[in-house]
């Protein structure tokens, strides 16, 4: 699959087949985190596996009201738990450096981005979830002090993939020299 097809052809993905996902091919994605790239090299991701039902069922009830990937948590084979490092990305010397702060939602971002593009080019599908009680999941999957639960991604085998939403121009969000 060449980048821009994937880049243009991955969508969020709600509805999963009931088909397992290979412990091969989440060694591929994983592989596709370990290689993101981060402030300073630092890596501050940790990503908890879970494929165990009851626990789904458990992060499913975390999720807001109304929140469209409620059915996803648990239909998914495999959900993917990002948590991050506090204090490493953005910081040198202990000191943060950026104006904003902890520089670990970039780097979870550009991690989940290499998830989400890799499990595409394995035929597999995605959705980043994040309107959820973070506290709660942190609770339930005993992330420690230190850390924070940053987003969850059910992954699976698509039932349905919905067509491209409407995008931008890029005449709509480019300036060139100034604003």
Same mark, same amino acid.
């Given at each position: 699959?060449?980048?821009?097809?994937?880049?243009?052809?991955?969508?969020? @993905?709600?509805?999963?087949? #009931?088909?397992?996902?290979?412990?091969?091919? @989440?060694?591929?994605?994983?592989? =596709? /985190?370990?290689?993101?790239?981060?402030?300073?090299?630092?890596?501050?991701?940790?990503?908890?596996?879970?494929?165990?039902?009851?626990?789904?069922? $458990?992060? $499913?009830?975390?999720?807001?009201?109304?929140?469209?990937?409620?059915?996803?948590?648990?239909?998914?084979?495999?959900?993917?738990?990002?948590?991050?490092?506090?204090?490493?990305?953005?910081?040198?010397k202990g000191q943060v450096t950026t104006k904003f702060g902890d520089w670990f939602m970039f780097d979870l971002g550009i991690a989940a981005q290499n998830l989400c593009?890799?499990?595409?080019?394995?035929?597999?599908?995605?959705?980043?979830?994040?309107?959820?009680?973070?506290?709660?999941?942190?609770? @339930?999957?005993?992330?420690? #002090?230190?850390?924070? /639960?940053?987003?969850? @991604?059910?992954?699976?085998?698509?039932?349905?993939?919905?067509? =491209?939403?409407?995008?931008?121009?890029?005449?709509?969000?480019?300036?060139?020299?100034?604003?």
């Open positions: 699959m060449e980048l821009m097809d994937a880049i243009t052809g991955r969508r969020s @993905i709600r509805n999963f087949e #009931d088909k397992s996902v290979s412990d091969e091919q @989440i060694e591929q994605i994983l592989e =596709a /985190v370990k290689w993101a790239q981060s402030w300073a090299n630092t890596q501050c991701w940790e990503v908890i596996v879970v494929k165990d039902l009851e626990t789904k069922k $458990q992060l $499913q009830a975390t999720l807001a009201k109304g929140n469209p990937a409620t059915k996803s948590m648990v239909q998914a084979p495999v959900v993917f738990v990002l948590c991050a490092k506090l204090k490493e990305a953005g910081y040198y593009l890799r499990a595409h080019e394995l035929g597999l599908g995605t959705v980043i979830v994040g309107l959820f009680d973070h506290d709660k999941v942190k609770e @339930i999957l005993g992330v420690p #002090d230190g850390y924070e /639960v940053v987003v969850m @991604i059910p992954a699976g085998y698509p039932s349905k993939v919905p067509s =491209a939403p409407k995008r931008k121009e890029i005449s709509e969000f480019t300036h060139y020299e100034k604003f």
